[in-house]
């Protein structure tokens, strides 16, 4: 059963500073990996999606990795501002399995 | 751009009654999905739908759950008899294959 673990739970950094979030799942037969943010009480954006086959993606200051042999994933915050303050969450899918397997998440925060 | 819309925003309801909450997919996609986040947890799949009919469930997706797709935009969840314990934030997503999902706002549901 695929367990997707997301460290720290909580990170709090000066504006400007650039970040690593990670993440990292038990069973490697994934057929993508999705990262997502959450704001307090509201619904999930959809930052980053990498497939399988693919070993990064990256959108303007956020960069995403996937190692599958090492089961983790990381998401890198260039240049971290007030407005990247969230919570956010990655996401497994199985190449079973249509449903995404989210860890527990990081709730950042940058401070001015 | 695009995107998820769920009605209503917040609902409260009592113990026992039956609840339907709704959602807009994206209108070119093909797969629909619904998850929910107990406060404080994980985001956790309930079920996604395919080709009218239920492709994947989760273990919480029992009898007193069922979706339907009443027309060709709509995507509902009804929950018959409901418990305390589902009090949740119910997600619904969209995806046009079983790939990158895209979110809706949420629904707030609070069982009295």
Not at chain 1, 76 to 95: E, K, V
Not at chain 2, 3 to 31: A, D, F, K, W
Not at chain 2, 49 to 78: A, H, M, W
Request: charged share 20%.
């Amino acid at each position: 059963k695929q367990e997707v673990t997301q460290i720290p739970a909580a990170l709090s950094v000066p504006e400007g500073e650039n970040l690593v979030l990670n993440c990292s799942f038990t069973d490697s037969a994934i057929y993508n990996l999705q990262w997502f943010r959450q704001d307090p009480g509201k619904g999930l954006t959809s930052l980053l999606l990498i497939q399988s086959s693919q070993r990064e993606q990256t959108s303007g200051r956020l960069n995403a990795s996937l190692d599958k042999s090492s089961g983790r994933s990381t998401l890198y915050i260039a240049a971290s501002q007030p407005g990247d303050s969230a919570t956010y969450l990655c996401a497994s899918q199985m190449d079973s399995s249509y449903k995404l397997i989210f860890g527990s998440g990081t709730r950042l925060l940058v401070r001015p | 751009e695009p995107e998820v819309t769920q009605t209503p925003s917040h609902q409260v309801t009592q113990m026992g009654q039956e609840v339907i909450l709704r959602c807009v997919p994206i209108s070119n996609h093909l797969y629909f999905y619904w998850y929910r986040q107990i406060l404080g947890q994980k985001v956790e799949f309930l079920v996604s739908f395919y080709n009218n009919e239920i492709s994947e469930k989760s273990e919480i997706f029992d009898d007193q759950f069922s979706v339907e797709r009443p027309d060709g935009s709509n995507f509902t969840l009804k929950i018959r008899s409901t418990k305390l314990e589902d009090s949740a934030m119910y997600f619904c997503a969209s995806s046009t294959m079983a790939y990158e999902q895209y979110f809706g706002p949420g629904t707030r549901l609070t069982v009295t």
